[in-house]
């Protein structure tokens, strides 16, 4: 009877004592796992040819399978060696062709609604990125924490900037924890900063098992974690992080798989996307589909009609570019015309075109798209295309410079609205220090003009002149840019040309007669004299210029 071989405990216990250890720390292989569980088009092509090399090499062993063969000049066949070249060469390619792939199948998978019109007006945030984290460190005193994960969110007060408070030194990182978020508005350009205290257990940027990517991993672990956002609720602070889930079998697309909340206690809800978005505290944030899955939604639009269009015809295909590190899309809060917050995106042609050719709209909550085409006859700038008439417009006291470190200001962050019907892009002017917004200004896409300029460093109620613009259309005659004319003072002049018009006091007025009321005469004057003063320092500054 044939005796079975025997297993020694040793190394059994040693290989499991391994695999126990390797599974409690697996987070730190997450990003090698994470690589082969999404990108099997990278590396099973290759790797088969490498099988397939190693059959073919087992085989031919039989005719030089001692040392005794290879003295006698028997080797292996030659082409054995190309199958490591080749498998070389697929990787590479497949890894090229990866993205497009991947934006291919999202493409496919995804539902892009076309709409006729683009709704109107919509809550946009006055504050930029960079004036926010300037502003917000600025404001926050403490000398063992630091400010991070600046982001976005709607809330019941508004659209608002929060960071996590993160504590700072090679020590504190390990033995103390988050002690809360700050919040700054985002619709005012005075520094409004305010702290939400809770000790937070786990957090990003502790260390090691406290930190916030260890213990979500730990609960699922093939999955990408987006960016982890703060937010105010009724119950306290909380840490929402959406995460992404793959599908497909070679060609794998990612989708919001779900999102945690995490609480200062360090307990951890996972959410479905459905469930998540059933919760009034969470949905009404705009965080529950990110902005960067918005984006990859987005960016595969260019895929629509196909591979070989998006690589040599470019038929209708769509390019998304950006003006500074904080990308498109925009969070824009459109809640009075009934789509609640949006992920909006301007999109140009592909080319070198400067033109508007798309713009998405993604809903925040649930990640439905929606796509308004520039009609074909009709020419609207890009973003690009609306920082620089920014630029080449003489605003007093502002130097941009034509190279970074020359200039004292420059404009940053067109981010699309929707006013009375038309595309304009709201930019903001900040000093190089990024420490404030001196001006909003409004930039029209139709004819790429200024429309006007609020000066937020001088006025205090340029903010609430912004937004009441952005609701009626109608600007303020001291923030008219050179050149714009209202929409009210363009109907007033063919009402007179075709021979006279009502004044909202109900006086007759006949062209040339100067009528109206006597308010009515008196912001006329003031109007020109102001429009008169703004011509005379533009002569100033270039005849200083000259100079």
């Known amino acids: 009877m044939r005796r079975l071989p025997q297993i020694k405990p040793a190394p059994v216990i040693a290989a499991v004592v391994v695999l126990a250890v390797a599974w409690f720390v697996r987070p730190i292989w997450h990003g090698v ?35 005794e063969d290879l003295r006698n000049g028997v080797r292996p066949p030659t082409y054995l060696f190309a199958f490591p070249v080749l498998a070389f060469i697929a990787f590479i390619v ?167 909340v995490v609480a200062p206690d360090g307990s951890i809800e996972d959410l479905e996307p459905e469930e998540a978005a059933r919760r009034p505290e969470l949905a009404i944030t705009g965080r529950l589909f990110s902005d960067t899955q918005a984006r990859r ?19 209708d295909q769509t390019r998304i570019t950006d003006t500074e590190t904080n990308r498109q899309p925009y969070l824009v809060d459109f809640g009075a015309a009934g789509l609640g917050t949006q992920w909006v995106t301007v999109a140009e042609p592909y080319g070198r075109a400067f033109a508007a050719s798309a713009i ?37 006291g502002v130097d941009f410079g034509d190279a970074p470190g020359t200039g004292n200001f420059r404009v940053v962050e067109p981010r699309p609205v ?45 903010e609430a002149k912004t937004m009441r613009y952005i609701e009626t259309g109608q600007v303020p005659t001291e923030a008219l840019a050179p050149g714009a004319t209202n929409d009210d003072d363009e109907a007033d002049d063919e009402e007179r040309a075709a021979g006279g018009g009502t004044t909202p006091g109900g006086t007759t007025t006949t062209p040339g007669a100067g009528g109206g009321s006597v308010e009515d005469r008196l912001d006329d004057v003031i109007r020109r004299q ?17 100079g």
């Open 94 to 260: 497949c890894a090229g062709l990866s993205a497009p792939l991947v934006g291919r199948a999202i493409v496919k998978h995804s539902e892009y609604e076309a709409i006729s019109g683009l709704p109107a007006g919509g809550q946009v945030r006055l504050v930029p990125r960079d004036v926010a984290e300037v502003n917000a460190s600025s404001a926050f005193n403490s000398p063992t924490e630091t400010l991070t994960n600046f982001r976005i969110v709607n809330s019941s007060d508004g659209l608002v900037w929060t960071a996590l408070r993160t504590p700072q030194g090679a020590f504190r990182v390990f033995s103390k924890k988050s002690q809360g978020i700050v919040k700054l508005d985002a619709e005012q350009t005075s520094r409004q900063l305010r702290q939400v205290d809770a000790e937070l257990q786990t957090a990003p940027g502790l260390q090691i098992t406290d930190n916030l990517r260890w213990q979500l991993l730990k609960r699922r672990f093939l999955i990408r974690l987006e960016e982890p956002v703060g937010i105010e609720t009724s119950e306290g602070p909380r840490i929402i992080v959406p995460y992404l889930k793959y599908k497909g079998i070679l060609i794998r697309r990612p989708v919001i798989g779900g999102v945690f």
């Open 360 to 396: 998405f709209l993604t809903d925040a909550t649930t990640g439905k798209t929606r796509i308004w085409r520039v009609p074909r006859r009709t020419s609207l700038s890009g973003n690009r295309r609306a920082l620089q008439a920014v630029r080449a417009v003489s605003i007093p």
């Open 33 to 67: 796992a994470i690589f082969f569980w999404t990108e099997p088009i990278v590396w099973l092509p290759p790797l088969v040819l490498l099988f397939a090399g190693g059959v073919l090499l087992r085989r031919s062993q039989r005719s030089w399978s001692t040392l």
């Open 297 to 315: 939604v987005h960016e595969a639009y260019q895929y629509n009609r196909g591979l070989w269009n998006a690589w040599f015809v470019h038929e």
């Open 418 to 462: 929707f006013v009375k019907g038309r595309v304009v892009y709201l930019t903001s002017i900040v000093p190089t220090t990024s420490n404030a917004v001196s001006k909003t200004v409004i930039v029209g896409a139709e004819d790429n003009k200024l429309v006007a300029i609020f000066d937020n460093d001088r006025d205090p109620q340029a």
């Open 530 to 546: 102001r429009e008169l003063l703004r011509e005379i320092e533009r002569l100033r500054d270039g005849v200083r210029r000259g």
